[in-house]
């Protein structure tokens, strides 16, 4: 089952996403006969992660509605020409990100398992508040830092239930469900290049070159984890103006998606609608000089969930 936050005609809402359509989630309540479902919807109508807590009963009966209605016969259906796609979160108690999680030429040499040894998941945070935009919104190449702006594909986990000290064996069971997530990076964050450069700065220029506004497009839906049963089976494609930049699988990774989710919950308590990016594969345009340019256009793609698409363009003055 894959949802969506949407906005049509000035409402926002959650629908199950289809690709080129949205079924309004109040819609398949109200023709599947499920009243409980259908005043919990009214309730907090764009509210995802009420919705899809694997320890509560919403998730199944949503799916149990959806079951019910044979091939969505009678249901509306609205274009997705007509909606806005938002951020299937709408304020993520925690949005989290990992830097250098897929590995290959460690892979190639076969140190995959010293590489685990001696190192740890590096996570980082973005402001959710200005850094999310959903599918098809435009971004902005940030006027005061533009040439090195890049992309980086990554499949998301989003948090069901609160997680504390959870072992990896048990830590899928504390995930919702999957999205993706494009981290927008600024390679060369540079607002005085004039400056006189001071050993620090190379810790926190390439922190606060993920910080810009629009910088984590995030979308376009959620993938339930029932549809998901492996995370580290998902293939993963992102292109620029229709070439294609990346071409992984989430298999690559160095920390699975269990090991990660078990990592952080270590160290702080993991919240229902928290966001964990998972890190991205190899292609970014920092290897081969590729930046983004206003004009251009990413579809960022993974298995079983869709494609999230974003569109740079020159910042306002």
Request: proline residues 7%.
């Amino acid at each position: 089952m894959r949802l969506c936050r949407y906005s049509h005609a000035s409402v926002i809402s959650v629908g199950l996403y289809l690709d080129d359509s949205v079924v309004p989630l109040h819609e398949i309540a109200k023709l599947a006969g499920d009243q409980l479902l259908l005043r919990e919807i009214e309730k907090q109508p764009d509210c995802m992660e009420r919705l899809l807590s694997p320890s509560g009963d919403l998730s199944l009966q949503i799916q149990r509605c959806v079951k019910t209605i044979e091939n969505l016969q009678g249901l509306t259906k609205i274009p997705s020409f007509e909606i806005g796609l938002l951020p299937p979160i709408a304020n993520p108690p925690k949005l989290l990100l990992l830097a250098g999680n897929y590995v290959e030429h460690i892979l190639e040499q076969g140190d995959l398992a010293a590489e685990r040894a001696n190192t740890f998941p590096y996570v980082f945070m973005k402001p959710a508040a200005t850094t999310l935009r959903g599918s098809h919104a435009s971004v902005a190449i940030p006027a005061n830092s533009p040439n090195k702006i890049d992309y980086e594909l990554e499949l998301a986990v989003i948090i069901g239930k609160e997680a504390r000290n959870v072992s990896a064996d048990q830590a899928l069971n504390y995930v919702a469900g999957y999205t993706i997530i494009n981290d927008l990076s600024d390679r060369g964050f540079r607002p005085n290049p004039s400056r006189q450069e001071r050993p620090r700065d190379k810790f926190f220029d390439w922190l606060h070159g993920k910080w810009h506004d629009g910088f984590c497009p995030c979308g376009p839906c959620i993938t339930t984890a029932d549809e998901i049963p492996d995370p580290q089976a998902l293939k993963m494609t992102l292109s620029v103006d229709g070439k294609t930049r990346q071409d992984a699988s989430t298999s690559l990774q160095v920390f699975s998606v269990a090991e990660v989710v078990s990592f952080i919950s270590s160290m702080m308590t993991l919240s229902p609608g928290d966001i964990i990016s998972t890190g991205t594969p190899s292609g970014v345009g920092n290897a081969t000089g590729n930046y983004l340019k206003a004009g251009q256009r990413i579809e960022a793609t993974i298995e079983k969930i869709g494609i999230l698409v974003t569109t740079m363009v020159a910042d306002r003055k």
